[in-house]
Nanobody, 115 residues
Framework: QVQLVESGGGLVQAGGSLRLSCAASGSIFSIDAMGWYRQPPGKPRELVAVIRGGGSTNYADSVKGRFTISRDNAKNTVYLQMNSLKPEDTDVYYC?????????WGQGTQVTVSS
């Protein structure tokens, strides 16, 4: 079993920055991918950014150039550096980890961007 602990959410003004962290612990033998998702009200959960084992990354078009995903393999931790935040980035952000062929979700962390 894998446990995910997220941190770093909060309230920030438009144009500001936040850094999210997600630390994985437990029975981890290999992590295939780590990513961040968000779920707008009434809509399905959507990809924000993902980083795979080899280091390749993908971003939602809406965050390209503003958000950067990275990982520390030694700490089994994934980060999301969010710059130039906009009010439309307001949401609950969820960490997702694929490890050993299984999928795990974090509990979510609230990001609120005021105009």
């Amino acid at each position: 079993q894998v446990q995910l602990v997220e941190s770093g959410g909060g309230l920030v003004q438009a144009g500001g920055s936040l850094r999210l962290s997600c630390a994985a612990s437990g029975s981890i033998f290999s992590i295939d991918a780590m990513g961040w998702y968000r779920q707008p009200p009434g809509k399905p959960r959507e990809l924000v950014a993902v980083i795979r084992g080899g280091g390749s990354t993908n971003y939602a078009d809406s965050v390209k150039g503003r958000f950067t995903i990275s990982r520390d393999n030694a700490k089994n931790t994934v980060y999301l550096q969010m710059n130039s935040l906009k009010p439309e980035d307001t949401d609950v952000y969820y960490c997702k980890v694929i490890a050993g062929g299984r999928l795990y979700w974090g509990q979510g962390t609230q990001v609120t961007v005021s105009s």
